[in-house]
């Protein structure tokens, strides 16, 4: 039996996808679940993108050029433009999804055994494209308390070694809905000169942002052109998910070179979601106001209804589509595969992502979960209340109101 | 300044690729190339394929499974039942084309520094995925003089290390249109588990043989379930390059549970892609009797007419679409470069892929270049009217015929 590499044993199961099992029981059960747990938006894709993916003149589906269709670079460059942030097609890469573009700007950065600090809870798959590199993954962790707002600079320097060479943070924030704040990344933007290292900035959200600035850009920092890389994706942005489109952004020469290497490695991003992108890119913006005001109303249910439940603490969520909130729960992962195996209401159950798949540092995020509201408002308040009678019928309920403790099986 | 990692230094420029900013050039000067530079087939994807993903009722497109849609699973699994290769659709694992299959199948392998065994000349890739993961490639040379014949076993033993952690073969053989015997084959089984290594076999070009006997797929190899991985990949079978959509096929549970974790750390391929290609696999066995036969046909032309010019070695070409020959030249590079900036007759001229990003071993395939004979006979029959003038003309030409040397700018 061969041995397994020390990165396969390492990579972590996803903690978004690993109930799926028991979710699969659930329906064959006949049991409908209300999915909360994954960040699949209900939106349609736009119609431009449908239409131009249908053309009936593609006869043969080539490759594409490996940093992507040319024309698409210029499209996206000339976006960025639009919206403040200063970069040519050449600082564009056209990537397989937001995926592909976090985890080449890692890997032109770390060598196996380096260290990437990231802000803890995270989004889980940083976790993944570490264990993938052989790099290690050092968190900064930050509080429900504090509406999870990024940690004063002091706390990133403490974890600074010879070995930390990058910082990844998410902005707005996957599994927080935090929005950083101009001072705070201003903070980021005085230390990775000072210490070398290449500040990574997952802005897949940009779009989903309920505060009255605007996202501020990694690529809008002054004097980061050598030291930024922006990673941006159209998964969330035109819900299209499954097109595994994103892009890789930086003005630093030496490191797109590299990445465009690792891109000719894979060939090519597929080449029919680069087409329909090209046209979607000409969304009108009144398509993103409409879907960000229907998060803003779903988020502003989500609160509402989460903070009327007795021991459920909801932070302030400014942007993304997440929550991640704490629960009067004993173990998260417990709780969510009990709500697909051993919980219904009428039939109905909801779904959930337990908050310790988010966290680096062991033993965190146990009683908490973070909740998707990619649902539409009718789903979501139903939703609430069937989470509101599971915390009351939840044999680990701790804290007031809390049932007699039960062994489980 | 931040530094780049070694992997990012290590990564190679595509030789297939590197080519491209000359071919531009080329083209804006007006002059018309015959690309045989790159394995894109010019046969139409199938219909099926295209009505598939261009169904009206498509409105959100949405991730699919990690590990691939279900539906897909089970009919490549079918697939295989139905050419002899018994696997169940657990045993299938849809990737982000044949690239990722053969980066999963290494990564759940090698740890940074162990090595992996590939015979060369080699697909230029295998090396690029090897930077990436930042493990070593150790070659063992074929050569042009034995049709390219996978080396005896004792050239593999000699050559395996306490490092030494997998085999990665292509077969049919991309570049050198390879097919191996059952012969060579059955010596890879009996060392593969005696030493412990995993046997990782990139088949992508399976139905392009040109021999009388079926390809031999390392999955039926007896004695190799835990140590056998198969790559595979519809860009070429199915003239889907752009579609990115490949298979990591095995019956190692491990392996495949480490390769469905590194899945879903880049959360699915391609949903749509999945779509059709899932509809192209009831394509008729008669489209692909017809596209091999025009490929033979393609690979008689040109080994008929590489054969006749003077200094030119054409082997036995047994598989894929690809040749690697041998030319009266002093440096492929050059030369390639010398066929886009240099050379022109009536308006045209031809490109090809220097063989030395083929080889792992610095100073090999100075001499030789990678046909893809991916054209019609008529341009293909062009291109080497383009190549024999090219030869009679390069300053750089060797052996009998030779012009005096000329310095290179």
Chains 1, 2 share one sequence.
């Not at 080539?62 to 499209?75: D, I, K, N, T, V």
């Not at 700007?105 to 494209?129: D, K, Q, R, S």
Request: charged fraction near 25%; aromatic fraction near 8%; include cysteine.
């Amino acid at each position: 039996m061969p041995r397994l590499s020390d990165r396969a044993v390492r990579m972590p199961a996803s903690p978004i996808r690993r109930l799926a099992p028991y979710a699969d029981a659930a329906k064959a059960r006949g049991v409908r679940i209300y999915h909360l747990n994954i960040g699949q938006p209900d939106v349609e894709s736009p119609p431009s993108f449908w239409e131009a993916v249908r053309n009936p003149e593609l006869r043969v589906l080539e490759y594409s050029h490996a940093a992507g269709m040319p024309a698409l670079r210029e499209r996206v460059a000339a976006h960025y433009r639009s919206i403040g942030i200063d970069v040519t097609p050449a600082q564009v890469l056209v990537t397989t999804a937001g995926s592909e573009a976090v985890a080449f700007a890692m890997m032109a950065t770390l060598n196996p055994g380096e260290e990437v600090i990231v802000p803890e809870p995270m989004y889980a798959n940083y976790i993944g494209f570490a264990a993938y590199g052989s790099v290690e993954v050092v968190p900064v962790t930050t509080r429900i308390e504090d509406d999870f707002a990024l940690p004063g600079v002091e706390e990133f320097e403490r974890r600074i070694t010879p070995r930390t060479r990058a910082i990844v943070v998410c902005n707005p924030g996957n599994p927080t809905g935090v929005v950083y704040s101009d001072a705070q990344l201003e903070e980021l933007r005085d230390l990775a000169p000072h210490h070398d290292l290449v500040l990574i900035a997952d802005e897949v959200y940009r779009d989903f942002n309920f505060t009255d600035a605007p996202i501020r850009s990694v690529l809008q920092l002054e004097g980061l052109d050598e030291h930024a890389v922006m990673c941006d994706s159209v998964s969330k942005r035109f819900s299209l998910c499954g097109a595994r489109i994103g892009f890789l952004v930086t003005r630093n020469a030496a490191l797109m070179d590299a990445a465009v290497r690792f891109g000719q490695a894979r060939l090519c991003p597929p080449t029919l979601e680069q087409i329909g992108v090209l046209a979607a890119m000409e969304t009108p913006q009144s398509y993103f106001v409409e879907v960000r005001e229907e998060y803003r109303a779903r988020r502003d249910l989500l609160a509402r209804r989460l903070r009327a439940m007795p021991g459920v603490v909801c932070p302030n969520i400014q942007g993304a589509f997440y929550a991640t909130v704490r629960l009067p729960i004993d173990d998260a992962d417990r709780f969510c595969q009990w709500l697909l195996e051993s919980f219904e209401r009428d039939g109905e159950t909801v779904m959930l992502a337990p908050a310790t798949g988010f966290y680096q540092t062991p033993g965190l995020g146990l009683d908490e979960v973070r909740i998707a509201y990619v649902l539409g408002q009718d789903k979501l308040d139903r939703s609430m209340d069937l989470l509101e009678s599971a915390l009351a019928a939840y044999p680990g309920r701790t804290g007031a109101g809390a049932l007699p403790v039960t062994p489980h099986a």
